[in-house]
């Protein structure tokens, strides 16, 4: 990842367009952008909630903000996850290590954080999980895999080169970000230009090896509506996928309750198997222009290969 590489941001009033710029570091988000964590039951409504946390990092420039929360009454269990803040002003109010109270909107499609009030400097000591500067950055290859897809069948990031790659992360009991997530990219799958389908390949890897079996992660697939003629859902051994985390720099925490606490952010990998493009957060994922960035790569292997 040493090229410009084109990122999704928010932009203050909460939609997201693609833009460039250098990267010599990151995955997540800056990667930021990131939204760690799903739920180990069911999860609440669109609306506004209270909640209480402490913040773990900050990232102003894709305006995202992860907080370990206390439970959040009607929404979801404390967990550790990463916020969209589309207001400066809100942002502006939040810095590392800072016990804080916080309204929550959920819109259906994606969390964000709207109102913020500093409580005082949090203890020494950090909750463990993912941190926004640990995701593998832009333009550097991006790092190999070989696991096993919801038929049984191996696949290795080595077997797609001359594809464009959509990678994400997610796993079969999560009731909040993973369905989101999944669901934002079935619908860039459906308006896929039929004439690059071929060239086009999406990849989910499991953040749960330990309960996503291939026939849970066929189920998943089934249930969302994707399509598994370009689709892959992975898993394999818990130390293999656990490696593979690490590489991409998502994290995979497991909280008391069973909650993974993870980063949101899909990967798009061209033909050579090189990271060209990351996607942060739910807000950051407009389903017209990540197709559009999927759909410029796919041509860009059909033309070269």
Same mark, same amino acid.
């Given at each position: %990842? ?12 909460? %939609? ?18 990131? /939204? ?39 929404? %979801?269990?404390?967990?550790? %996850?990463?916020?969209? $803040?589309?207001? +400066? ?17 959920? #819109? ?23 941190? =926004? ?8 290859? /991006?790092? +190999? ?9 191996? =696949? ?8 464009? $790659? ?28 039929? !004439?690059? @389908? ?8 499991? =953040? ?9 992660? @066929? ?8 399509? #598994? ?24 925490? @497991? ?20 990271? $060209? ?14 197709? /559009?960035?999927?759909?410029? $790569?796919? !041509? ?6």
């Amino acid at each position: %990842m040493l090229v410009a590489a084109r990122i999704a941001r928010p932009l203050p009033d909460g %939609m997201s367009t693609v833009s460039r710029f250098s990267v010599t570091i990151l995955c997540l988000s800056a990667l930021a952008a990131a /939204a760690l964590g799903c739920g180990g039951r069911e999860q609440g409504g669109p609306g506004v909630y209270d909640a209480h946390g402490v913040v773990e990092s900050v990232d102003r420039e894709y305006r995202q903000v992860v907080i370990h929360h206390d439970d959040i009454p009607g929404l %979801m269990p404390e967990m550790t %996850m990463s916020f969209d $803040v589309p207001d +400066p002003e809100v942002l502006a109010k939040l810095e590392p290590r800072q016990v804080v109270d916080f309204k929550l909107e959920f #819109t259906g499609k994606a969390y964000r954080v709207i109102e913020a009030t500093p409580r005082g400097p949090a203890s020494a000591s950090g909750h463990e999980g993912a941190s =926004l500067g640990d995701v593998a950055p832009a333009n550097d290859p /991006a790092p +190999p895999f070989a696991l096993t897809d919801q038929d049984g069948n191996p =696949l290795a990031l080595a077997d797609l080169r001359g594809k464009a $790659v959509l990678l994400d992360f997610v796993y079969t009991n999560c009731p909040g970000p993973c369905p989101i997530l999944t669901g934002l990219h079935v619908e860039v799958q459906r308006a896929l230009d039929p !004439a690059l @389908r071929d060239r086009v390949q999406f990849v989910s890897i499991s =953040l749960d090896p330990l309960n996503d079996t291939p026939a849970a992660l @066929r189920d998943y697939a089934r249930k969302r509506g994707a399509d #598994t003629a370009n689709w892959s859902f992975l898993t394999g051994p818990k130390e293999q996928v656990d490696a593979v985390l690490r590489a991409y720099g998502v994290g995979s925490a @497991r909280e008391a309750d069973g909650t993974i606490s993870h980063l949101v952010v899909t990967f798009l990998i061209d033909g050579e198997g090189r990271i $060209v493009e990351r996607f942060i957060g739910l807000e950051g994922h407009d389903p017209k222009q990540v197709r /559009a960035a999927l759909e410029r $790569v796919a !041509a860009a292997a059909e033309s070269t290969g």
